[in-house]
């Protein structure tokens, strides 16, 4: 599956004669706005994480464990390979080919839809929400950068928090 991620947008963007590099947003921005924009997007990713956390929890209908369970049986490998091919898989795919393709939120819907095979409706509800974000930040900065590294920084803060 992640091949296609890699390889539906180049084949694409090809036969439509489109610049790859330009419209995935592989441009590069010097690195003291790389390191600015991702801090803030990653504390934003957090922030969101704990609000729709702390409502599920409200509401009772926090469904994490699910995803804790999945998570906690994974080989380290695995988990490397979700963190690094994954998540560049995801925002090359989500954010640098369906943003500019369809839109930001119908690129987050489908992102969140990728989601359900954590059998946690929160997962999804958080993805959908995190697509947006993550989308927002692309269209406004146009590199991917700062998604990539912000994506991977959030997902290992979580696994960790879910793994202690």
């Known amino acids: 599956m992640d091949a296609l991620f890699f390889l539906l947008p ?5 036969l ?13 921005i010097g690195a003291k706005k790389l390191i600015l924009l991702s801090i803030e997007l990653i504390l934003l990713l957090l922030i969101v994480s704990v ?4 409502l599920a929890n ?3 209908v926090n469904d994490l464990q699910n995803v804790e369970g999945t998570i906690s049986r994974l080989p380290v490998y695995v988990m490397v ?13 989500f954010r640098g080919f369906l943003v500019n393709l369809i839109g930001v939120v119908p690129s987050s819907i489908i992102f969140a839809a990728f ?5 946690s409706v929160i997962e999804v509800i958080g993805a959908f929400v ?16 700062p998604n990539i590294i912000a994506h991977v920084c959030y997902n290992l803060l979580v696994i960790f928090w879910m793994i202690r």
């Open 10 to 14: 180049a084949i694409y963007l090809y």
């Open 115 to 119: 989601h359900f095979s954590w059998n």
């Open 51 to 54: 609000v729709i956390s702390l």
């Open 16 to 28: 439509r004669r489109k610049n790859l590099k330009e419209h995935m947003g592989l441009k590069f």
């Open 58 to 60: 409200a509401f009772s």
């Open 130 to 145: 995190a697509g947006l974000i993550l989308a927002y930040y692309f269209k406004k900065n146009q590199t991917i950068y």
């Open 81 to 93: 390979y979700l963190l690094i091919i994954r998540v560049l898989a995801e925002e090359l795919f």
